[in-house]
């Protein structure tokens, strides 16, 4: 057989593994043969909890071992016994991740565990017990991912991700509503804050395309979620109604935390249409309710809001009065997300006033600490912005390192805002290496991306002026738009692929 046929037939290996040297022995002839060999030898606990172990994806800690497979009198305790009996006979791996013990079964052992569950007709308890205890973890975690705490609770979730969508994963086949709603509300900033857009909002749009569900309170957290992430991706048509069920949920049943996330969502998404003034007195409601609730996190969030309003129109006094009113909040509050956000900020707005150097103290300042925090969607545009100044400087293979990482993330996370915002970069550093029919062919392949998807051209000025300089460095109209046309007949990949290439034309 070959490569690609063993490949599709390793889903069921114990049929695919079924002869062997007929001179073995007998126990050795099959794969199913030597594992029931080995399995006869355990105890029965020891055969009971190997069998319920089968019910983790990825991995688990002695605590989630013992509640979910501990019951009948077997504590926690007892369960340590068993794992340190069951990884002595090498059925079960152990592994330390960041100080804290996690354990495994390979994953022939864990499907052959599976089948022994359900013949014995105690998988879906295990799995409910499973469910149960990520749906607890999931909640536990979600305050505390906005609070000095978060990078902690953030690795932890990444660890049990596997869980996580087993769980999710689980819930759907069931059509447990309520607990699909649960989990994936809890989990929408975790999903966020480590790039995982795409895979949230599936997880988001399963729970809610249940009968009922966008008109349950529940429900609204995870409107909410899936706006948000839909935001990020810079698919605004999907983020708009997502936000507008979730605020009416929240206003009726009176949600006031709720109705603040959502008006941010329609004020961001009015920014981004250019309705300053609807986006202005939509994040002043927003405040307003957050000051009133005494949320500070928010309250720090709302004034970055309003900053950037003010720094889009230029008006660079009140931006950094709200930005440094937002970062002193942050500090306080030891919340390294918001600071990181802040100080982001506070550079793009420093940059606009020429203070290069302060520029890149405060953006690397802001990359330094999104890294810590494994929050590739806050590294994504400090990475562009340190590009921006770099092309600026001068310093050009720098800006070419810097904005292919960028981008890099910006595609991962399916951002496609972003990834209109590197090609523009990349453009950019085209016309300061000289060479405009470059720049025209990736701003073609720019508007092309933004035109199927509905995107504003943000810095439109900016933008206009920099085509224009460089159509003039180009000096053939006729030459200028062919290049152009040729990069929007490009797809998104193969445009990120040309503007990556340092030595294309």
């Keep these: 057989m070959t490569v690609e046929e063993v490949g599709r037939r390793l889903d069921d290996r114990f049929r695919l593994l079924s002869g062997g040297s007929r001179t073995a022995l007998h126990r050795q002839q099959t794969l199913r043969s030597l594992i029931d060999w080995s399995y006869d030898l355990l105890n029965s606990v020891e055969q009971a909890l190997f069998c319920r172990f089968a019910v983790f994806a990825g991995g688990w800690t002695l605590e989630a071992a013992a509640r979910v497979c501990g019951d009948n009198g077997v504590d926690e305790w007892d369960v340590l016994e068993l794992l340190t009996s069951l990884a002595d006979k090498s059925l079960v791996v152990t592994e330390e991740q960041n100080g804290t013990t996690r354990y495994r079964l390979l994953e022939t052992l864990r499907?052959?565990?599976?089948?022994?569950?359900?013949e014995i007709g105690?998988?879906?308890?295990?799995?409910?017990?499973?469910?149960?205890?990520?749906?607890t973890l999931a909640e536990d975690a979600e305050p505390q991912l906005r609070g000095p705490d978060q990078q902690v609770w953030l690795q932890r979730l990444e660890m049990e991700h596997d869980n996580l969508r087993a769980a999710l994963a689980y819930a759907g086949t069931k059509r447990m509503q309520t607990d699909q709603l649960r989990l994936g509300g809890a989990l929408w900033r975790f999903w966020l804050q480590h790039g995982h857009f795409a895979e949230g909002r599936s997880h988001l749009s399963a729970a809610l395309s249940s009968p009922g569900a966008q008109e349950l309170s529940i429900g609204a957290k995870a409107l909410s979620g899936a706006a948000?992430?839909?935001?990020?991706?810079?698919?605004?048509?999907?983020?708009?109604?997502?936000?507008e069920r979730a605020l009416a949920i929240q206003q009726r049943t009176g949600n006031q935390a709720g109705v603040a996330v959502s008006l941010t969502v329609l004020a961001s998404l009015a920014r981004f249409n250019d309705h300053y003034e609807v986006?202005?007195?939509?994040?002043?409601?927003?405040?307003a309710i957050r000051r009133e609730l005494g949320d500070q996190r928010g309250v720090a969030a709302s004034l970055n809001n309003l900053g950037l309003l003010a720094a889009d129109q230029s008006d660079y006094q009140s931006a950094r009065a709200l930005y440094e009113e937002s970062l002193m909040i942050a500090r306080q509050l030891g919340d390294k997300k918001g600071i990181a956000v802040s100080l982001s900020n506070m550079g793009l707005m420093l940059y606009e006033l020429g203070d290069y150097t302060s520029t890149r103290t405060h953006l690397e300042e802001s990359l330094v600490m999104c890294r810590e925090l494994g929050d590739h969607a806050g590294m994504a545009p400090s990475l562009h912005a340190l590009a921006r100044l770099a092309t600026e400087e001068g310093?050009?293979?720098?800006?070419?390192?810097?904005?292919?990482?960028?981008?890099?993330?910006?595609?991962?996370?399916?951002?496609?805002?972003?990834?209109?915002?590197?090609?523009?970069?990349?453009?950019?550093?085209?016309?300061?290496?000289?060479?405009?029919l470059r720049a025209a062919r990736i701003w073609g392949a720019a508007e092309r991306l933004r035109s199927d998807n509905g995107l504003p051209i943000p810095y439109r000025e900016r933008h206009d002026s920099s085509v224009r300089a460089a159509r003039e460095a180009c000096r053939d109209d006729t030459a200028f738009d062919a290049a152009w046309r040729d990069g929007s007949a490009m797809t998104m990949e193969q445009?990120?692929?040309?503007?990556?290439?340092?030595?294309?034309?």
């Design 111 to 118: 499907e052959y565990g599976r089948d022994r569950l359900r």
């Design 122 to 135: 105690d998988e879906e308890r295990r799995r409910d017990r499973h469910l149960a205890y990520f749906i």
């Design 228 to 243: 948000i992430l839909a935001f990020e991706q810079g698919d605004y048509g999907a983020a708009r109604p997502l936000a």
């Design 279 to 287: 986006a202005r007195r939509l994040h002043e409601q927003s405040l």
């Design 395 to 436: 310093a050009l293979l720098r800006a070419r390192v810097l904005l292919s990482e960028s981008v890099a993330i910006r595609l991962e996370l399916g951002d496609l805002h972003g990834i209109g915002l590197s090609l523009d970069g990349f453009a950019n550093l085209a016309l300061a290496l000289e060479r405009p």
């Design 495 to 505: 445009a990120v692929a040309f503007a990556k290439q340092a030595d294309a034309d």
